[in-house]
């Protein structure tokens, strides 16, 4: 994204969430984004997904700037290209599990059972394969929130965004996250996670901070140069 700025609301109430932020995301590159509450990370993401517009600025993804697509077709970009870990996790109540996860790829066009024959691996990939038939208010935060990330990670999107995927994880089940992340940009997706655990940055090979909208520093991660 080149001097990307994102402001919300209009007149006395107006909040720049965004100031200016130029990011670029190598395809095989993993990326932390950190920063206080409030400092405009997951506006930052949202607009990356093309889930938002920016006030000013350009989000280009894969060569192509969103600012020039309409509606459809940046819903087609980010359905082809991009998965979605929501904060909240977003899934979808009267769906089971796999259904949830399976769904990008029915989008995708694949029949129903491929479509549940890759959730289902997917699911087993987060260690949640006995949960498939579930549906989300059967499950607790944590399981919910691996559900959201089996189906980020299902269909090799090439672009994976995260908002704090590992915030209702165990530690040791947020490590096994960080693992599947780093291995997928190790297999060339680009990956963007924002995260308020310094010690994440071990997986990462950039760590960007942002401060009031603004990219104040960017620091190495442990995972550069692999
Ligand atoms: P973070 O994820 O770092 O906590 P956000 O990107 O959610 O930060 O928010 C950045 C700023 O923009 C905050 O001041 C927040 O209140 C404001 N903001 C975010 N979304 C909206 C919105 N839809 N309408 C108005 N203000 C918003
Ligand atoms: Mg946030």
């Known amino acids: 994204m080149q001097a990307v700025s994102r402001v919300h609301g209009r007149g006395a109430a107006e909040v720049h969430a965004l100031r200016g932020v130029d990011l670029a995301v190598a395809a095989g590159e993993f990326v932390a984004v950190m920063g206080p509450s409030g400092s405009g990370k997951s506006t930052l993401l949202t607009l990356a997904g093309g889930l938002d517009r920016a006030t000013s600025g350009e989000v280009v993804i894969e060569g192509r700037p969103l600012g020039g697509l309409g509606r459809n077709e940046i819903a087609a970009v980010r359905r082809r290209a991009i998965g979605y870990v929501f904060q909240d996790f977003n899934l979808i109540p009267a769906l089971t599990a796999a259904e949830n996860v399976g769904i990008p790829r029915e989008?995708?066009?694949?029949?129903?059972?491929?479509?549940?024959?890759?959730?289902?691996?997917?699911?087993?990939?987060?260690?949640?394969?006995?949960?498939?038939?579930?549906?989300?208010?059967?499950?607790?935060?944590?399981?919910?929130?691996r559900v959201a990330i089996a189906r980020s990670l299902i269909g090799d999107r090439r672009l994976v965004l995260a908002d704090e995927p590992t915030g209702a994880l165990d530690s040791t089940t947020g490590e096994a996250v960080l693992g599947l992340l780093r291995a997928r940009c190790d297999a060339g997706a680009a990956a963007v996670m924002v995260t308020h655990e310094a010690r994440h940055a071990a997986w990462v090979d950039r760590v960007v901070h942002l401060r009031d909208g603004v990219l104040v520093e960017e620091t190495r991660g442990g995972g550069a140069g692999r």
């Open 107 to 145: 989008l995708d066009g694949v029949s129903a059972r491929a479509a549940r024959r890759e959730a289902l691996a997917a699911l087993e990939e987060l260690s949640i394969g006995e949960l498939a038939d579930r549906f989300p208010d059967e499950m607790s935060g944590g399981q919910q929130q």
